[in-house]
């Protein structure tokens, strides 16, 4: 429930962005209110139920005001006040997500056994773009238990090109199953 019910701030966020023209603005000031509200000492105090919810929103606010903005402050008492502050983190993904679907812009990761240099990092996001036609935003991440290759994901397609799945295919040819 948590998904769908940050999915929907995510997209109500966005649509008012959209209509200011400052999604790239929002952006920022999603991860402001996201860095400071979830700080735990901060945290335990915004979501304690024995601390009335009016207490708890102005003291978000005055964390917020001078870091966020008054639209950061109004945001910060809307998630505080239907006890959403865990859910920041799904809102700040969701949001990218409409952000990046909206610019034409599509995510990948790509996880490898060792950290990527970085002019490979490069290489393969030119690469990505140039076939897929858009800007490619790509995260990178460390698995040890793929042994080497890679393990490509954009969207809903994998790539597999792991040399942990390539011995497992192996295995399974030679066992004759």
């Known amino acids: 429930m948590a998904g769908a019910a940050a999915k929907r701030y995510a997209r109500a966020i966005f649509e008012l962005a959209g209509e200011q023209g ?19 000492d901060v945290r335990a105090v915004l979501t304690n139920p024995s601390i009335a919810v009016q207490r708890r929103q102005d003291a978000a606010a005055a964390l917020l005001e001078q870091r966020a903005g008054p639209e950061g402050v109004n945001l910060a ?27 034409g812009r599509v995510r990948a ?17 030119s690469s990505l773009s140039r076939k897929l036609g858009r ?22 397609r994998v ?8 011995l497992q295919q192996l295995r399974r040819q030679l066992a004759g199953v």
Do not use: C, F
């Open 77 to 103: 008492r809307l998630v505080v006040g239907a006890n959403r502050v865990r859910d920041l983190d799904t809102i700040i993904e969701e949001y990218g997500r409409l952000a990046d679907e909206a610019a």
């Open 22 to 40: 400052q999604v790239e603005e929002w952006a920022r000031r999603l991860v402001t209110v996201r860095d400071v509200l979830s700080r735990p």
């Open 159 to 166: 790539i597999d090109a792991s040399v942990a799945t390539r």
């Open 109 to 125: 990761t790509a996880t490898t056994a060792v950290p990527l240099d970085p002019a490979v990092t490069d290489e393969l996001v």
């Open 135 to 156: 800007e490619v935003r790509l995260e990178s991440r460390v698995d040890p238990a793929i042994v080497g290759g890679l393990v490509l994901r954009i969207g809903d």
